[in-house]
Each structure stands twice: as C-alpha cells, then as structure tokens.
C-alpha cells in the first residue's frame, strides 16, 4: 500500500509549525502526529492512514511464506546487535537521519526497494557485501577510512537496518555481514518489524525515484 | 555493451582524491574562519572599551588559536580537524596569501593578549581586519568552486547561513568601534551595511530571495531554528538602539553570541541535508554498478543454459532436413543456429559486443571453454559439411556426438555458476526450480531430435528408450514446477503470471505429448510437432526467465 | 470445565496431515528446527504450526492498519528496560521449554471478551484490569497460581513464582503493557517476566495455530 505522499510545501504555507496533526485521528503515538523527512530534496511526512476501517491488502499480509527459506527470525538474531520498534525507528528519522548523524538502510534486493520503502531509506542490498570490493567502497561512504592499511570505524554513521519483516532474512545477512567487515555493534539497529510492520500500521511508504 | 560502459564511467566518478565529506570539511572550517576574524575584532575591542575584559580575552586567545590551526590545516592538513589540503594550485596559493595577512594580525593580537599593545597595534587591527576577511572569504569561494555545488540552492544556503555567522561578529564589532569612537563614518556605514544584510539574507532563507540565489527553506526542523534566530535578530536590534552603558553593551555581545551559535547551528543543518544527499547518491551508484555486474553475470549464465538446447535443436534441424520435412528452412536454422553456438562460445572467452558479453580471463572458465571447443571444433565441420553437401556421413557424426557436446555445455554452466556465486539466498533457493525450469528448453528439442531419429529407422529401440525417458522427466518436471514437489524442495508459485506461464506450456504440452508417444504418425501430426515442439519452447523460455524474475515466487 | 468448541479454522489443515509423523515434510516451518510443536490448550492437546497453504492470506481484522490513536497508539519496543521483549520463535520456545515442562505461562492480558473470541493456545487470561483495581487481595491469589508463596508473616516469596509470557493484540494494543506495569508495581521479579510485543497480529500474520472458544461475529 503505497501511501501519497504530503509533501510539506503546502503545509508551509498554511503555517506548519505547532499547529499541523493535532488533529488527526490515527497518530503515531499521543504526542507525535506525524514525522518529516528529507527525500531527494523534498520533505516527505510519515503519518499513518486516517480511514480507521482500511486493511492491509497487499503481499504483506501472506501468512505463510515457505520455510525455508523464510525462516521467522528470532528477536535479537544477532547478539550485541539492539532490536527496535516504529517508534524508535521514528525518532532516529528525526534526531540522526534530518541531520546527517545516521542512515536508515533498505536491505533488501532492489526490485524489492523499488516497489516501496521508507521515507528516508537508502539502499544497500544485503548480497553487496559479500564482495570486497563493492564493500570497501560503501564502507567509505558510511565514514569508515583506512589508517595503516586497516579499516578505522571511529567516525562511522550509525545505522538503523531493516527488510520486508521478521519472515525475511536480508536485514540480518547484512548486518552480520557489517560485524564480520568489523562495523561497531553498537553503531548498529535492527528494526525487525520491516515493511510488513510498518504497513500494517498503515505508516506512509515511498516509492523511490 | 551498454553495461560495460556504465560500469566503467562510474570507476572514474568514484574515483576522487578528495572526497566530498572531506571536502564538506574544508569549506566549514574556512567558512568559519570569516567570522573569527570579526569575532578576534570584537574581542581586541571589548578588552580596549573595558567590556568584560577578562572573558574577551580568554575568547580572544581561543579564536586566535584556531585561527592559527586552521589556516595551517587548510594547508598542509590536521587530521585532529579532519582537515585535507586541496591540491589545487589557486586555493593554496590564497591560502598561502591569508596566511601572510594573518602572520602580522596575529602579532598584534598576541601583543593585546600581553597587555603591551600601542595604539598603532590597535590601528592595524582596525585597518586589516577586513582585508584579512575578504581573503578568507576568496579563499571559501574557491572551495566552493571545487566542490561544484555553487549553483544548488542548498549549496547557497549553507553558505549564506555561514555568512550569518560572520556578520553576526561583524555587527558586534561595528557597535563596539562605535562606542569607542561615535564620530567614525566608516564604522556606521559598515554596521549600516552589515545589519541590512544579515537581515537580508535570514529573511531570504525563511522565504526565498531570488536575488540571493535562496529558496524558501522547507525543512520544518530548520526552519523552527530559523523561527528562533528571527526572534533573537529582534531582540538584538531592539537592544542595539539603547545600549549605552558597559552592563547593555556587554549583554549585547552576549545576544550576539547567541545569535552566533543558533546561525552555526542552521548552517549545520543546512550542511547534514546537503552532505547527506551526496551521500545517498554515491551509495545509489555503488549500488547500481553492483546491481548491473550481477545482471551481466546472470546473462553470461543464461546464454550458457541456452548452448545446451543448442546442441539438440541443431541436430534436430539436420534430421528434420533429411527427412525432407522442409529442408530449406531447416538447413537455414541450422546454418543460424551453429552460428550462434560458435559466436556465444567465441564471446564467452573473447568477449562480444553484440551478445553483450565481456569476455573472461578467468583460468577455470578458459579451461572448461577450451573442453567444449573440442568437441565442438569437429562437430562444427561436419555441420558445414552437412550444410554443403547434405551427406548422411556428416548427420551420423552429429547423431553420434551430440550428447558429448550436451554433457560439455552444461559443464561450462555448472563452471559459470561456481565462478560468478549469487551470494543472494532467495536466489540460491530458487535455483533449483530455474534449473529444472532451464533444461525444459533442452529437453523439448531432444525429445524432437530423438522422435525424429525413431521416424528415421536409427537404433529405434534404443531411441524409443530414450524418448520415453526425456518424455517422463519433461512430463514430471512440468508436474511438480506446476504443484509443487515437497520431496524435491520445489515450491508451487503463487505469482500470477508465473501460474498463467506454465498453464500455456502445459496445454501446449498436452496436445503434443500423445504425438510423441505414438507410434506412427500422419503428416499432418508429424507437421504438427515439427512446429509445436519449437512454441513449446518459447514459451517454456518465457517461464524459465520469469522464475528468474518475479519478486515473489 | 465447560465445553472447548475446538473451532480453529486453521487446524483443519491438520486433520488432513499425514499420519506417520516422522514423513511428514512441513513447507512452511517456524524455525529451521523447529516444524510444530504441541501444547495444552485447557487439557486439550493442540498442535501449534503454521498454515501450509502458501497462498492464505490475512484477511480479518487483524489486517486492519488504523485504529484510532489515541488509545490504539503504537508501543515502543520495550515496556520497562528490565523487563525482556521476545517475538515470536521465543513464544514457541517458551511454550517449548517453559511452559510444557511446568516452569511457565503464558498470559493473555485482554478482556475476556477478545479471549474467548480468539487467543493462543495454552494461554490463560489474566486481565489487566484485575490488578489496575489496587486489591492487594486479589493481587495475592492471582499471584499464588503463579507459584508465589505467601511466608508465616505474610511476606510474598516470588522465588518459585513461575516465567510468564504476557501478550495482547499487538504493537498498537496497551493492555498487556498494562499488565505488566502492574506486575512491576506489585513486586514480580522483571526476569520472570516476558513481553510478547507482536501479540495476537504478529503469530496471526504468521499463521500460527489459534483457539475460539465462542464463535460470534466479530466486530
């Protein structure tokens, strides 16, 4: 379900700030209406759809994905690496992505990030990893340098990992696949919910550029 | 082709010296140093008026310092400030000038930190201190022009917002030049100046000036922060109209640090969006390369899995050609097919533009080449020779042989398989039923090939034998891609079109599935055949390319 | 006892499972390990597994996206930081290892009401609302079937009290958070205490066995 997207020059103009959201009748949480992002440029608001009688109908709500491969992941698959929910994945949009201080990454293949993801998301599939060279170069952008031939992660983005849902093992193959190229666990979040989560509580997806 | 090249402009892109982020750096921190001229003024000024002077000082001798470092890091680099010299010859070489501004400035200031300063001293610092900003800001400029960004909006609004920083010190410095010496002309129509900018350039980023070259900032969280700047530039100009005593200067310039630090903090802002869109779209075209070297890898393995069928549509075609069933047509597809064989072999070693292949220096891939290029050397000859001459000498060669050159092709796929891995778990989940879906192709040109053989009189038991064989193994591999086959680990598809593709190929399959069982055969179902089997397959190989593709099986 | 009505639309798919246990290959497992597992639902012996259709979809009112917020709002990941969040090849393996060898429960914090239409199997309700009252009283009895021991001064003695496995409809659904914080205040030790945050939606999406005790129309 691939909501429209608010795009927020309109809401600038009737005066945003303080006033936008109170009075939606399905907010995120009590206090917090709806979340913006910056998209390529535009600002993107994360809300969740107001008709209180819709349902999910797409793939999302197939409840039984062969397994394997679809494997239910465990709540924390891989240790030393925090487990989090939509709230904290919002608040990350807010307080790291707007301001450079962290990543939120689509895992999963590209034809499976085309169809749509979160605001805010880049993606890194999970298979590029496996290859050093490709690695190397994502690394670098992920503020990773190289210092005496070894791989220095002192000022590497914290990221915010997640895939279709906890059916679908691409987010945890690249987060392990991060640990073994020596990525810092604590620099790194699993939101295992994913997309499935994500739009059974009817919160704004993007279908990227 | 296309691929090749794409995959080779963007090693040149990502190929960079500096980077953007380190770049992103420089241009902070020599932005920065514009205000720190200014705010060194204001604070050599603040000691003279006798405004807080102890608290002047300590900031001066901070301002100073990392002025000092960084104009040196700009230089040679200071990893401490995450400072890289740019190597271009017109930035260093205006650093290098700054540099000479700053030495003598510096002198001065050291002298007013010591408390030994002449009024010359003073003087100086009046009389350079813009100079040595105008430099600084030369030297900005020429970042900026490395880094190509100056045309973006975003861009012009970092910078501007960072200019904020300065006039904010600047407006500071002016008041204090006043209050020192009221009857300064130059000083009034600087603040004059500085004041309708500064306020020129906030309302430009909170509602667009096309002027400036600035969109209307969108971002809500900047432009909260811009809300709040705005309140404070109030606040600080009511304040400025009154202040007289040393209490209202010396919360003036507090006012003005504040403001200081709130547009310090929008230009960062400002920053983190631009940075991080430089970021996603290298991440986007380390991506896309990735994403295009695995599709030509799966193309190379596709062309492959086709040599197999290959091999028996050819010898198919040759039987078909003596047995008189239109020779003309069937000596033409043979001619095509046996040339494509030979150039996709050609292309898989030597690379083809054509077929869209790069070629290969990999020794296990040559090795396994060179196995099939044995066998298909020969058998290429008496494909020419059947061509030329229609000599049953040269169709026998290919009736005897052309199950070795299956059994060779099919090794050059397991070999391509191994070299290029997937490293993509839905992918090798899903392998299996590709493969199974893939050798359907094969098979339906061999189960022709061998009917044909029996039609002929050749070894008919024994090809009877066979028939039946590749009959029941296409019957039950078309049975279980269909329902599903819990044993084999094949799951039944639930994509759509997927499920439409294999009910075509098994009704297609149904009709002709008696014909080859029976054992003579009209000319009307022989012409049927001849024509089926070759539909058979092309839908069969529309079914093998959506297993590859659909998102969900 | 009244009356199980064993009416699980999805266990029929069982009765035309394989006899031999040892052949049967199940498609869809929960866990690389671990294809079903079996529990006690009230006495009755329930098997507890997937749907194997691979084609069944969600389709009730646990598809539904927006219940109004507030009260339906979305739940952070944790209730309280010394209380554990599991998902749900934990449940399993708590229902497994825990509850099938006597050292646990698993606690359904809804309304009667949403239990009886439709739970977990093997779990048993325990309301939020019976502790938000502030009856020590009942608090105590509640706590006694959990294994807590009452000492001759009357101190509660929580070290038999059993692991329980707290779940309500989901990430948007308060009520067993609300247990829970009960629980906390009463003094039951956090590290007997586990958060099923997915709830009834998250083993529904998974097609996971369920039980129905009163078949009604659901609202």
């Given amino acids: 379900m691939v909501k429209k997207v608010a795009i927020v020059a309109l809401a ?103 169809q749509g993801t979160i605001p805010g998301a880049v993606n890194i599939p999970f298979s590029l990893l496996y290859e050093k060279r490709y690695a190397d170069k994502i690394l670098s952008q992920l503020g990773v340098k190289i210092k005496d031939g070894k791989r220095d992660f002192s000022n590497a983005t914290e990221l915010m990992i997640f895939d279709n849902g906890p059916w679908c093992q691409q987010a945890v193959r690249e987060i392990k696949n991060l640990v073994e190229l020596g990525y810092p666990k604590e620099k790194i979040h699993y939101y295992r919910g994913g997309m499935q989560y994500w739009q059974i509580l009817g919160l704004t997806t993007l279908k990227p550029e | 082709m296309k691929r090749i090249v794409l995959t080779l402009l963007l090693g040149v892109v990502l190929g960079w010296g500096v980077t953007d982020a380190e770049l992103a750096v420089d241009i902070n921190l020599a932005g920065k140093q514009r205000m720190l001229t200014q705010r060194m003024t204001k604070d050599v000024l603040m000691v003279v008026a006798g405004i807080e002077p102890q608290k002047a000082k300590e900031d001066l001798k901070r301002s100073m310092e990392l002025f000092d470092r960084t104009i040196k890091g700009l ?104 209050h020192l010496d009221p009857s300064s002309k130059e000083a009034k129509e600087d603040l004059q100046k500085s004041v309708a900018l500064f306020e020129k350039i906030l309302n430009g980023l909170r509602n667009g000036d096309k002027e400036l070259g600035l969109a209307k900032t969108e971002a809500p969280w900047i432009v909260e922060e811009l809300e709040k700047a705005q309140k404070m530039w109030e606040e600080f100009k009511r304040d400025m109209e009154k202040a007289k005593s040393k209490e209202e200067l010396a919360k003036l310039m507090e006012t003005s640090d504040k403001l200081l630090a709130q547009m310090n903090k929008i230009t960062k802002m400002y920053e983190a969006i631009y940075n991080r869109r430089k970021k996603i779209s290298s991440i986007n075209s380390i991506v896309n390369s990735f994403v295009q070297e695995k599709e030509n890898q799966k193309h190379i393995i596709n062309l492959a899995g086709k040599q197999r069928m290959l091999t028996q549509k050819m010898t198919k075609e040759a039987l078909l050609a003596a047995l008189g069933q239109d020779r003309k047509g069937n000596m033409e597809a043979l001619k095509r097919d046996m040339e494509l064989y030979d150039k996709t072999l050609r292309g898989f070693e030597k690379g083809d533009r054509e077929l869209d292949l790069p070629g290969t220096e990999n020794p296990a891939v040559l090795k396994k080449i060179g196995e099939v290029q044995e066998v298909w050397k020969p058998f290429k000859g008496h494909v020419k020779q ?168 | 006892m009244k009356k199980v009505l064993l009416a699980w639309g999805i266990v029929v798919a069982l009765l035309a499972a394989p006899k031999s ?158 247990l829970i914080r009960q629980l906390l205040k009463y003094g039951y030790p956090a590290d007997k205490i586990l958060y099923y945050r997915n709830g009834m939606q998250g083993w529904k999406l998974l097609g996971l066995t369920t039980v129905v005790e009163k078949e009604e129309i659901k609202k």
Wanted: with cysteine; charged share 30%.
């Fill in chain 3, 21 to 178: 246990e040892e052949k049967e290959i199940v498609l869809v497992k929960i866990t690389k390990d671990i294809p079903y597992i079996y529990v006690k639902h009230k006495g009755v012996p329930i098997k507890v597994m997937r749907i194997q259709d691979t084609e069944h979809l969600l389709l009730d009112d646990y598809s539904k996206t927006s219940r109004p917020c507030p009260p339906f709002c979305i739940h952070p990941i944790s209730v309280d930081e010394r209380v554990k969040t599991i998902a749900t090849v934990e449940m399993i393996k708590f229902m497994r290892d825990k509850l099938n060898t006597g050292k646990g429960f698993v606690i359904d914090a809804r309304l009667p009401r949403w239990y009886e239409l439709e739970t977990i199997p093997s779990a048993i309700n325990v309301p939020f609302t019976l502790l938000e009252k502030g009856d020590k009283k009942v608090a105590e009895k509640i706590f006694k079937l959990f294994g807590m021991r009452v000492g001759k001064d009357g101190k509660w003695d929580f070290s038999q009290a059993k692991e329980l496995a707290i779940f309500c409809n989901g990430v948007w659904c308060d009520q067993s958070p609300r």
């Fill in chain 2, 75 to 178: 230089m040679e680099g200071d990893s401490g400030l995450g400072l890289v010299p740019v190597q271009d010859g017109k930035v260093q070489e205006q650093f290098k000038k700054v540099y000479n501004l700053w030495k003598p400035f510096k002198e001065r200031i050291e002298k007013v930190l010591s408390g030994k300063y002449s009024k010359e001293d003073l003087q100086y610092i009046r009389d350079h201190n813009m100079e040595l900003l105008k430099e600084m800001n030369k030297g900005v400029q020429l970042l900026v022009g490395v880094s190509k960004k100056s045309k973006s909006h975003k861009a012009q609004a970092i910078n501007l917002a960072g200019k904020e920083r300065m006039l904010s010190q600047r407006i500071a410095k002016d008041i204090l030049l006043l």
């Fill in chain 1, 12 to 114: 600038a103009l009737i005066g945003w700030s303080g006033s936008g959201g109170e009075d939606l009748k399905v907010k995120i949480t009590e206090n917090l209406p709806y979340v913006d992002v910056e998209v390529n440029g535009k600002i993107v608001r994360i809300q969740r759809i107001q008709d209180t009688e819709h349902k999910l109908r797409n793939s999302y709500i197939r409840t039984s994905r062969p397994a394997p491969p679809f494997y239910v992941q465990e709540f924390k698959p891989v240790k030393g690496i925090d487990t989090v929910g939509e709230l904290e994945l919002l608040n990350f949009l807010k307080d790291k992505v707007n301001l450079d201080k962290g990543l939120l990454v689509d895992a999963r293949m590209p034809k499976w990030y085309r």
């Fill in chain 2, 386 to 553: 059947f061509l030329e001459k229609g000599d049953i000498k040269d169709l026998s060669y290919m009736v005897a042989n052309n199950e070795e050159l299956l059994k060779r092709s099919n090794d050059l796929v397991q070999t391509f398989k191994k070299v290029y891995p997937t490293n993509n778990y839905l992918e090798e989940a899903r392998k299996e039923i590709v493969d199974i879906a893939g050798r359907q192709r094969m098979l339906t040109q061999k189960m022709t090939k061998e009917k044909l053989l029996i039609l002929l009189g050749v070894k008919p038991e024994e090809h009877k034998k066979k028939l039946q064989q590749t009959v029941s193994l296409f019957d039950q591999s078309l049975h279980d891609l269909i329902h599903g086959n819990k044993e084999r680990l094949i799951v039944k598809p639930t994509n759509k079109e997927l499920i439409e593709q294999f009910k075509k190929v098994e009704a297609l399959w149904k009709r002709l599935k008696p014909l080859y069982e029976k054992d003579s055969l009209s000319d009307v179902e022989k012409a049927l055949i001849m024509k089926g089997n070759l539909v058979l397959l092309k839908e069969m190989d529309k079914a093998v390319s959506l297993c590859e593709t659909v998102m969900e099986y």
